[in-house]
């Protein structure tokens, strides 16, 4: 018998032909798949890359493949990012791409516990050779001592469930850069998926924790396209990934203009000028927090007043204290592509006379 498609499982669970079709356009908004520029630069079919709507297609992949088998492994983690993606606020678009895979094992999610739960994984890596997207949660510590399931060490059972595996998402920091636990003085010797498996294609969706649609996304493209999207030099998709938090901050312009707060109650603080000078990292942070923001849009942790601390980047726990004075703006790395790029319209050498004017009243503003 064929197996079940999304849709005819949506179908079944009561979602209209409209909310289907509706909830088609949301996904290629958060995919980066609308307008020209996003959609050229997530490696797209030249057919879309044109610029068409990619709603029908979506519609089209969703109405006629049958869902993706998930293996979902938790190892040195918090599982926040399982909380992230089970809390996320876009029922319609998260039901969506939940209801296009299957989840086969998941050690937290699981109703089944213990042998019955191993068996269980054991059963579906089984059927779904080649075929399953194994996605881990969590750093890999050295062999052996820490982090035993059954028996048996995190080094093991990432190993033997990435052997089957069509690709591999690690989600959050700690799987995809080592996270927390990898902070000095790495007592585990902890490390990510892609540090270890080299043999099998590894997407990073960076974050503590990830945003749930930078996850959604990843999963929805390679059920549509068959293959993960366009990734940087560092495993992540460029459509969430392509742009530092500072290129679409909503505090650039006092960047810009050199009003910085100082204190987190100061007036500057009050008035929402820029967090650079209480240690924000967002120049050198590639993420997507400023355009998809969390909660349904509804903020960003800028945007409510907290600098932002690094979170998708490797080594971010040791990267010199969260909230160590800066003094003065960064050389504003990849301004002049980055933000052109973005549509701000500033070119390198406009960006850097900018940089340098902000640099000389950083050091007087109050
Ligand atoms: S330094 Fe931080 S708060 Fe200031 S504009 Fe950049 S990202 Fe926003
Ligand atoms: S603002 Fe920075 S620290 Fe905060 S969630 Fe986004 S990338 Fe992570």
């Known amino acids: 018998m064929a197996e079940e498609t999304v849709y005819q499982r949506l179908k079944a669970a009561g979602v209209s032909r409209r909310d289907f079709l509706k909830a088609c356009g949301g996904l290629a908004a958060v995919m980066g798949l609308q307008g020209a520029p996003p959609v050229a630069a997530s490696g797209l079919p030249a057919h879309l890359a044109r610029g068409g709507d990619p709603a029908p297609l979506i519609a089209r992949a969703l109405a006629t493949k049958a869902r993706v088998p998930v293996i979902w492994l938790e190892l040195q983690d918090c599982a926040g990012c399982s909380e992230a993606l089970t809390r996320s606020h876009s029922p319609t678009l998260t039901d969506l791409v939940l209801n296009s895979i299957t989840v086969e094992y998941h050690e937290t999610l699981s109703?089944?516990?213990?042998?019955?739960?191993?068996?269980?994984?054991?059963?579906?890596?089984?059927?779904?050779?080649?075929?399953?997207?194994?996605?881990?949660?969590?750093?890999?510590?050295?062999?052996?001592?820490?982090?035993?399931?059954?028996?048996?060490?995190?080094?093991?059972?990432?190993?033997?469930?990435?052997?089957?595996?069509?690709?591999?998402?690690?989600t959050g920091n700690c799987s995809a850069f080592g996270g927390l636990p990898k902070a000095s003085p790495n007592p585990t010797?902890?490390?990510?998926?892609?540090?270890?498996?080299?043999?099998?294609?590894?997407?990073?969706?960076?974050?503590?924790?990830?945003?749930?649609?930078?996850?959604?996304?990843?999963?929805?493209?390679?059920?549509?396209?068959?293959?993960?999207?366009?990734?940087d030099e560092l495993h992540r998709p460029k459509t969430f990934y392509g742009h530092t938090v500072h290129d679409r901050c909503l505090r650039r312009p006092f960047y810009e203009a050199g009003k910085f707060a100082n204190t987190f109650d100061d007036e500057g603080a009050r008035q929402g000028w820029c967090l650079y000078k209480l240690g924000c990292k967002g120049?050198?942070?590639?993420?997507?927090?400023?355009?998809?923001?969390?909660?349904?849009?509804?903020?960003?942790?800028?945007?409510?007043?907290?600098?932002?601390?690094?979170?998708?980047?490797?080594?971010?726990?040791d990267g010199g204290g969260f909230y160590q004075g800066q003094s003065a703006p960064l050389g504003r790395p990849g301004i002049g592509v980055a933000a052109a790029a973005a549509g701000i319209g500033l070119v390198a050498g406009a960006g850097m006379a900018v940089a340098n004017r902000a640099q000389k009243k950083a050091g007087g503003e109050a």
């Open 189 to 231: 010797g902890a490390r990510g998926v892609w540090e270890i498996i080299k043999d099998k294609p590894v997407v990073n969706i960076s974050g503590c924790p990830a945003i749930p649609e930078a996850f959604t996304g990843t999963l929805a493209h390679f059920l549509i396209f068959g293959a993960l999207p366009e990734l």
């Open 111 to 170: 109703a089944a516990a213990g042998f019955q739960a191993e068996e269980a994984k054991q059963a579906a890596m089984k059927k779904y050779a080649g075929k399953y997207v194994l996605v881990v949660e969590g750093s890999i510590p050295d062999d052996g001592i820490y982090c035993n399931i059954g028996g048996r060490s995190a080094l093991e059972i990432l190993k033997e469930a990435a052997a089957g595996a069509a690709a591999i998402v690690a």
């Open 283 to 317: 120049p050198t942070t590639y993420n997507a927090c400023a355009g998809i923001k969390w909660d349904a849009g509804l903020s960003f942790p800028i945007q409510s007043g907290h600098p932002c601390l690094g979170c998708s980047q490797p080594d971010f726990w």
